[in-house]
Nanobody, 122 residues
Framework: QVQLVESGGGLVQAGGSLRLSCAASGSIFSINAMGWYRQAPGKQRELVATISTGGSTKVADAVKGRFAISRDDAKNTVYLQMSSLKPEDTAVYHC????????????????WGQGTQVTVSS
């Protein structure tokens, strides 16, 4: 099995910064894409940012220029650096990873973390 554990959430004032981390552990042969998603109360989960194995990134328009995603493959960890935070960034942030469990696995399976709460006060 694979576990994803997020950390780094919390309460911050508008204009502040936070850095989220998500570490993958368990049966891991390789990890393909990794990403961050968020879900605000009463809203659907939405993409925040993704990063490929080669380091190519996609960032949602709502956070472009304020958030940056990165990864450390030696640590099986993905990060989300959030700056200039706004009250509308308040949500539970979940990480996602496409994981190949063993060398004989044919496919990458999707795994999700439990989420970490980010609250931005005005």
């Amino acid at each position: 099995q694979v576990q994803l554990v997020e950390s780094g959430g919390g309460l911050v004032q508008a204009g502040g910064s936070l850095r989220l981390s998500c570490a993958a552990s368990g049966s891991i042969f390789s990890i393909n894409a990794m990403g961050w998603y968020r879900q605000a109360p009463g809203k659907q989960r939405e993409l925040v940012a993704t990063i490929s194995t080669g380091g190519s990134t996609k960032v949602a328009d709502a956070v472009k220029g304020r958030f940056a995603i990165s990864r450390d493959d030696a640590k099986n960890t993905v990060y989300l650096q959030m700056s200039s935070l706004k009250p509308e960034d308040t949500a539970v942030y979940h990480c996602n990873a496409a994981v190949r469990a063993t060398s004989s696995s044919r496919y990458y399976a999707d795994y999700w973390g439990q989420g970490t709460q980010v609250t931005v006060s005005s």
